[in-house]
């Protein structure tokens, strides 16, 4: 199938496959006669594969080592669980981050009264921030 076709059946964008074919993570065959790019459903299979990695934030390095156990049918699940659990306490350092960030944030806009004068400290708060 042709590039347009591989991408809806994955739930891709065109754009999204040819990066993929141009960094070699998938190796689709190109027709001698037209010199396009034909994508097989093991192609699309893969293709989907990598588009549920990414959305779970794995990296592309990532997401060629999990294609790699992907098709090796004798993997050690171990070693798609290692991959799996640091992705987890990665994810699980952002979310405390991105808390922590919240919190800060809503500190300073319940410190703010939002009314007509410019004292704001929530701009006070973004100054100081920086400094840190």
Known sequence: MKISAAARAAGLTVKTVRYYANI????????DETGYRIYADRD??????????RRFNFSINECRELLSLYEDKNRPSREVK???IAKLKEI??????LQNL?????????ACDGDDRPNCPIIE???KS???
């Open 102 to 110: 919240k919190s800060e944030l809503e500190a300073l806009a319940n």
């Open 24 to 31: 070699g993570v998938i190796v689709p065959e190109v027709s």
């Open 44 to 53: 699309v299979a893969k293709l989907r594969f990598i588009g549920t990695a």
């Open 130 to 132: 920086s400094d840190r």
């Open 125 to 127: 708060g973004l100054e």
């Open 82 to 84: 290692k991959i799996a």
């Open 92 to 97: 699980e350092s952002k979310l405390t981050e």
